[in-house]
């Protein structure tokens, strides 16, 4: 387990990242210090240690993979990209996990493939933790990775684009869920697509901490 947030940090900085991210799925990296900022945190609330984690739309792994370095005793990664999942396998294989404390899912948190991760988590999760698409290019993306994480554990951590808020806080109600804390951060989209202008752009963007 990491001694400390900072060492956290530096740990997931070293992760392999995306090698031609997708936009349709936008594919944005989670900074590596905002990460250790909420797994910390989780930390110290006992979401961590010896639980059993989702990281739902998990990328190269950077959640799931704190998780783990916090103490989670099996982490679940979830995603529809098997390039990314390719790089999820390399992160792990460099931690030397065992693979007994994991097991990746193919598969998107859609309509089409609810039941099949609910089949393979095998009932209720301790903890969720996800950075969903944000739904610019897939209207309605984030709803779904909500959802989906409101009916596998009683404790989510998700994060939103500060400008949904208010969505955000419709669907926790609406799934009897409650807003617990949450952390605001100006979240670094780095230069990963030809259209994109700036070299690092930042955006509002928040983590919710929810709860049943």
Sequence with gaps: MSASKSSLAVALSKLKLFSKPD???EQYPTDSEIA????WNAHMRGDLDNKIVADLGCGTGILGIGALLLGAKKVFFVDI????LEILKQNLDDLDANESIYEIINKYVSNVSLDYVSDCVKGKLDVVFQNPPFGTKEEH???????KAFELSDTVYSFHKLSTEKFVNAI????????TEKWIFKFP?????KFHKKRIEHIDVGCWRLER
């Design 23 to 25: 936009v349709k799925l």
């Design 36 to 39: 250790a900022e909420i797994l």
């Design 81 to 84: 990209d098997k390039n990314a």
């Design 141 to 147: 993306a984030d709803k779904m990775f909500l959802e």
């Design 172 to 179: 926790t109600r609406d799934h009897n869920f409650r807003i």
């Design 189 to 193: 989209l780095k230069q990963t697509q």
